[in-house]
């Protein structure tokens, strides 16, 4: 194989997206993404205000392999043609992710392509360097619905974690805070929308473990204070008005961007001690996307003198583009295909860390 220029086939089903994607490397070094096919399941899982693991894994089983084919037509290329294929083979909901390394090993073995299994972690990780070839060290916030940790990405498979969330991640805290108030999933752009419209000083709401040192994170106290603070105003009312609703989420957004803002500056500090060069901030993940948050995170990196990177939005959800760019730079830098992968639900990208929230048979949970 031509390590100098390579094409590769991602796919991704951790969580609710069906995705595939190619992705090439050219001989030049630049990587560009011939196609990205997202297949959404957001509709499926509306009446339950979440995710249904279930209902995620039979919509994976009957929609990845209709993704790899327009994937690959939009590519103008066919299976034959790539050189290897990445999958998403953990950490995730264990249906999808079963889904999607199935498809992976069926396709690999009848058309003899190495197969890459890719922590999606790692994925969103290595983002950076595809959209915007960002060198080793940088620091990176990952920011989701089901993440949220600090890390100091040192190579393609080597990574340090400074802190992260104990309980929730912020993407699922604003869904619960959306489901609270009784607005639609998924919560984090509906709740934006109204914030936008909101007072965010009219209540007091917590900003969790800014008074500790270090760079964890909490944002289940916040969620009970909205509770809490909605449960009283329909205590005086007997109900809340619209401006009631968009003030309480004009508050809660703007806590979660100060606690985010405050634990990035710190995790700048600690990254600039050992960046070569002028240290960088990579950000990725749902969340990304909300604008409030992204303007603090840049206003952090401003006054830290750090360069601030956050790939398109289409990118920094879930995506195949990330999975394929992960299996080549695997590739690049000589890890083997993994034949015998498995499907992992659990799957930290930084093993000597101690668990965040706990460990069992499964292994830590991140």
């Not at 090993?105 to 058309?111: E, N, R, T, V, Y």
């Not at 990254?271 to 206003?299: C, K, M």
């Amino acid at each position: 194989m031509d390590m100098a220029a390579l094409t590769y086939l991602g796919i991704e089903s951790s969580c609710d997206d069906s995705a595939a994607a190619v992705v090439r490397l050219g001989d030049g070094g630049m990587p560009e993404i011939l196609s990205s096919v997202v297949d959404g399941q957001a509709a499926l899982h509306a009446a339950f205000g979440g995710v249904v693991p279930e209902i995620a894994a039979r919509a994976h089983a009957e929609r990845l392999d209709h993704c790899v084919d327009r994937a690959l037509a939009e590519a103008g290329l066919s299976l034959a043609a790539v050189d290897g294929i990445a999958v998403t083979s953990g950490p995730g909901l264990i249906g999808g992710v079963l889904s999607g390394v199935m498809l992976a090993k069926g396709l690999a073995a009848g058309s003899g392509k190495p197969l890459w299994g890719v922590n999606h972690l790692a994925g969103h990780a290595l983002t950076p360097r595809l959209t915007d070839g960002l060198a080793f060290p940088y620091l990176l916030l990952l920011v989701s619905g089901g993440h949220c940790q600090f890390l100091i990405v040192e190579g393609v498979d080597r990574f340090h974690r400074l802190g992260g969330t104990i309980d929730d991640a912020p993407g699922e805290a604003f869904d619960k805070a959306a489901k609270l108030l009784g607005l639609a999933q998924p919560g984090g752009p509906v709740v934006e929308a109204e914030a936008a419209l909101g007072d965010a000083g009219r209540f007091a709401f917590p900003r969790p473990l800014l008074d500790r040192p270090g760079c964890d994170l909490s944002f289940s106290g916040l969620k009970t204070a909205l509770l809490r603070t909605r449960d009283a105003l329909m205590a005086q009312k007997a109900g809340i008005t619209v401006q009631d609703r968009r003030d309480l989420c004009a508050g809660f957004q703007a806590a979660v961007a100060d606690v985010l803002a405050e634990k990035t500056r710190r995790a700048l500090a600690i990254h600039q001690d050992i960046a070569d060069g002028p240290p960088a901030l990579a950000v990725a993940g749902g969340v990304a996307a909300n604008r409030s948050i992204r303007a603090r995170l840049e206003t952090v990196c401003a006054s830290s003198g750090a360069r601030f990177v956050a790939p398109p939005l289409r990118l920094c959800t879930d995506n195949a583009a990330m999975i394929a760019w992960a299996g080549i730079e695997q590739a690049r830098i000589g890890l083997p295909p993994g034949e015998e992968l498995v499907a992992r639900p659990r799957w930290p990208l930084d093993a000597n860390a101690a668990p965040m929230i706990g460990s069992g048979k499964k292994g830590a949970k991140a």
